[in-house]
């Protein structure tokens, strides 16, 4: 708002950018589909911070009735500080391939199982795109948020937010 101001827009301008703000393609965007349940395409989520905030999200009005499709891509880093958020926010979590997911599943076993969130590792993007579609109850929210990159499996983060979009399409 401050910015605004120096730029000389008045308060009136200032609102109706506010109000009419829609945010910011694949950064926790809410995608608008014909699914009974909301879906969020957070494919910019590259890191453990990205997808933290992701899941801070959810944290209040959503304990336990997000599905989460995260994975990827190793770049060896912690995620140490998510596991609390994904025990406290994640009901079903569908775990694509990829050298960090590999890194990552003992201990998403773990923190899994004693949360009683389902973890459902899968052999590709398109294959959680299509059980998350299948098996999202309404009162729940689909969130995907890979906190990895998709180095091996899309040409970019974009990329792959936009072959997500396709798969909950068709």
């Given at each position: 708002?401050?910015?605004?101001?120096?730029?000389?827009?008045?308060?009136?301008?200032?609102?109706?950018?506010?109000?009419?703000?829609?945010?910011?393609?694949?950064?926790?965007?809410?995608?608008?589909?014909?699914?009974?349940f909301a879906v969020y395409n957070d494919t910019t989520s590259t890191?453990?911070?990205?997808?933290?905030?992701?899941?801070?999200?959810?944290?209040?009005?959503?304990?336990?009735?997000?599905?989460?499709?995260?994975?990827?891509?190793?770049?060896?880093?912690?995620?140490?500080?998510?596991?609390?958020?994904?025990?406290?926010?994640?009901?079903?979590?569908?775990?694509?391939?990829?050298?960090?997911?590999?890194?990552?599943?003992?201990?998403?076993?773990?923190?899994?199982?004693?949360?009683?969130?389902?973890?459902?590792?899968?052999?590709?993007?398109?294959?959680?795109?299509?059980?998350?579609?299948?098996?999202?109850?309404?009162?729940?929210?689909?969130?995907?948020?890979?906190?990895?990159?998709?180095?091996?499996?899309?040409?970019?983060?974009?990329?792959?937010?936009?072959?997500?979009?396709?798969?909950?399409?068709?």
């Open positions: 708002v401050a910015a605004c101001r120096v730029a000389g827009m008045n308060d009136e301008e200032i609102l109706t950018g506010v109000r009419t703000f829609t945010g910011v393609s694949g950064r926790l965007e809410r995608v608008q589909t014909t699914l009974p890191t453990p911070d990205a997808l933290g905030v992701a899941l801070d999200a959810f944290a209040k009005q959503h304990a336990k009735h997000v599905v989460l499709i995260m994975g990827g891509a190793d770049k060896n880093l912690d995620f140490t500080n998510i596991y609390p958020k994904i025990q406290h926010v994640v009901k079903t979590l569908y775990l694509t391939p990829g050298a960090g997911s590999t890194r990552l599943l003992p201990d998403l076993k773990r923190i899994c199982e004693e949360a009683g969130t389902s973890l459902l590792p899968v052999a590709s993007t398109a294959e959680a795109a299509r059980l998350a579609k299948e098996h999202t109850q309404p009162q729940d929210t689909l969130l995907f948020s890979p906190g990895c990159s998709s180095f091996a499996e899309f040409a970019n983060e974009y990329d792959r937010g936009t072959k997500f979009l396709q798969w909950l399409a068709g």
